[in-house]
């Protein structure tokens, strides 16, 4: 099937994954910026700062109104800080929508990697689970990226 795209089968481009950062504080805005000092500019991301001093209810209509503002037909991928917080769980209620995703624990390397995806050719989920797996290789130990000295060998 020469030109067309995975996710519908046509020949028209499909639409991208949108993309919705919320975190504590700035968190979202700095993490943005520190990404694109790396990669240049990633397009598209709609960031959402919280207050430890606003309302759930606010938290939760902010969300929903960037989700809809991110949405260009190709489903949404939210992208939060801290599972269990209350900015995580506003964004937890959108999960119902359909073609929403949500990923905990961002960090930058999954905003680096996000600079490199098709988000034509991904669904949310994927893109999450492509995130995630970027995210969880990049924690490691020093000890583990050094070799031991000559004497314990």
Do not use: W, Y
């Not at 961002?106 to 893109?127: A, E, G, H, Y």
């Amino acid at each position: 099937m020469s030109g067309t795209t995975p996710a519908t089968g046509t020949g028209a481009p499909d639409p991208e994954v949108g993309v919705v950062l919320v975190t504590h504080g700035c968190v979202c805005g700095d993490l943005v910026r520190a990404a694109e000092e790396i990669v240049g500019t990633i397009p598209d991301v709609v960031s959402v700062p919280t207050d430890a001093t606003e309302a759930p209810p606010s938290i939760q209509r902010r969300v929903a109104e960037a989700v809809t503002a991110a949405d260009r037909g190709g489903g949404v991928l939210i992208l939060t800080d801290l599972h269990g917080s209350t900015p995580a769980n506003a964004c937890l209620a959108q999960i119902r929508r359909p073609g929403v995703e949500v990923l905990f624990g961002v960090n930058l390397p999954m905003l680096i990697k996000l600079s490199t995806c098709d988000r034509r050719s991904l669904r949310p989920q994927q893109l999450g689970e492509l995130l995630r797996d970027t995210g969880r290789r990049s924690i490691r130990l020093g000890s583990e990226m050094v070799p031991p000295p000559a004497s314990e060998k």
